[in-house]
Each structure stands twice: as structure tokens, then as C-alpha cells.
């Protein structure tokens, strides 16, 4: 990893919020960054079993983190956070 690099944007952050984040949030969030790092977004054949394995350990090993953080930070809200992603990208891209 390079010095300095931000976090792939497509990845969202999944703890905290109201209301709190599904199983498939988690396995979307876990496909996309199997994506990201194998580069392929539909692996061949011959690679698509590896490929859903990674996208299952990963799922399971993000979901045991989230139930593990503790914060004393009260929920975000899910809805107001899109929202302001939303404002933030008309801005930045009008």
C-alpha cells in the first residue's frame, strides 16, 4: 500500500449506523473489495470458487468485527448520511 492512499470510495463505512447494517450490506462491502484487489469484477470459470470463498471469509470476518466495536457515539443516521454524500457529490461534480 502506498504512503498516504485514502480508502477505495466504494467502500462504505458499516458500523454505527441506525438503522443497523443487514448481512447483505456486509457481503456487497465484501464483494467489492474482493473486486478491488483481484481486479476482476465476474472471475472466469476457473477462478469462481476462489472468488466466493474470498467474498464469504471476508464477509463473515467484517461481520465478527462490527459485532465486536463498541463506540459511546450514538447511531448515525443512514438516510441523513446518504443525503450529504448526495449534496457533497452535486457540488464536486457540477
Not at 477505495?8 to 448481512?23: A, F, H, Q
Not at 457515539?73 to 454524500?85: G, L
Amino acid at each position: 500500500m502506498r504512503k498516504g492512499s485514502n480508502m477505495c470510495r466504494n467502500i462504505k463505512s458499516l458500523y454505527n449506523y441506525d438503522p443497523p447494517v443487514t448481512e447483505e450490506d456486509v457481503r456487497k462491502a465484501a464483494l467489492q473489495y474482493v473486486r478491488k484487489i483481484s481486479g476482476f469484477t465476474k472471475p472466469s470459470a476457473a477462478n469462481e470458487v476462489t472468488y466466493e470463498r474470498a467474498v464469504n471469509e471476508i464477509s463473515q470476518a467484517s461481520s465478527k468485527l462490527l459485532d465486536s466495536l463498541v463506540t459511546a457515539s450514538p447511531p448515525r443516521n443512514r438516510a441523513e448520511e446518504e443525503a450529504r454524500a448526495h449534496t457533497r457529490a452535486i457540488r464536486r461534480f457540477s
